[in-house]
């Protein structure tokens, strides 16, 4: 099945951004990273939230790397962050960012989150890529230390995307829906269930979104044209999930 593409990246007559959207977990970079290049240049993403950057020996050039060849520049995290990472198109002005470590949990692995705001078509946007716990109760406090954090950015709209280590309606991924869009929820399109690659069986990835912005799509890009099965097979255990979103213009 081929399926319908989502609104290519543009700024609308009213001044309004349409924004491409991906969110990733990539696990170091260790299964095909020729199939994962593949994959994300198909996308054709403007916003690529990361999740288990290379962390260790040589993570800055391996993200620049990975940069490079979708054609994409690094904004942000990696092993500062913990893992997750910020990737965007030239389309984007860098406002600011900044790696937060969050509180560590005896015996858990350190998590973080890597956050930007950026201009696209002269409109704020706060950006926010993250990778919750896999114990229940930390992965709970972290979906609210995601919220404030979006809430401390200083900005009228904002995304956050990531692994939640949850499927809807658990705990932790009902308190990021409670306070923000589910894209997926909002307007499905492609496919629902992001792991394993191989066999998805689980939503455990989300891309999710402010009120004020639309929704124009939102899933696993199976289908799209580009976008190869085996790729998707391949490149990392999880299956990305692409939105298109439509930012309001600036205000006068």
């Not at 990246?9 to 199939?35: F, H, K, Q, W």
Request: contains cysteine.
């Amino acid at each position: 099945m081929v399926l319908t593409p989502l609104p290519d990246s543009r700024t609308e007559p009213d001044g309004s951004a349409v924004v491409r959207v991906l969110s990733y977990n990539i696990r170091s970079m260790r299964d095909d990273p020729g199939a994962l290049v593949r994959v994300i240049g198909a996308c054709a993403p403007d916003l690529v939230f990361i999740q288990e950057a290379p962390r260790f020996f040589r993570w800055r050039k391996r993200a620049a790397w990975l940069a490079a060849r979708t054609d994409l520049v690094v904004l942000g995290g990696g092993a500062t962050a913990a893992g997750p990472l910020l990737l965007c198109s030239l389309r984007a002005t860098v406002e600011r960012t900044e790696d937060v470590l969050l509180p560590l949990t005896p015996g858990q692995h350190r998590r973080g989150l890597a956050t930007s705001v950026v201009r696209i078509a002269g409109t704020r946007i706060g950006l926010l890529s993250f990778h919750l716990s896999l114990q229940r109760e930390e992965r709970l406090a972290q979906a609210g230390a995601v919220l404030e954090r979006m809430d401390a950015m200083g900005v009228e709209h904002a995304v956050a995307a990531g692994d939640l280590n949850d499927v809807p309606p658990g705990g932790a991924f009902a308190r990021l829906a409670g306070g923000l869009q589910d894209c997926w929820t909002v307007r499905p399109w492609g496919g629902e269930h992001t792991y394993p690659a191989s066999r998805p069986e689980r939503r455990i990835d989300a891309v999710f979104a402010t009120p004020g912005i639309e929704v124009l799509g939102c899933g696993v890009p199976a289908g799209l044209p580009g976008v190869a099965d085996a790729d998707l097979r391949t490149a990392t255990d999880h299956l990305p999930v692409l939105a298109a979103l439509r930012v309001p213009a600036l205000k006068p």
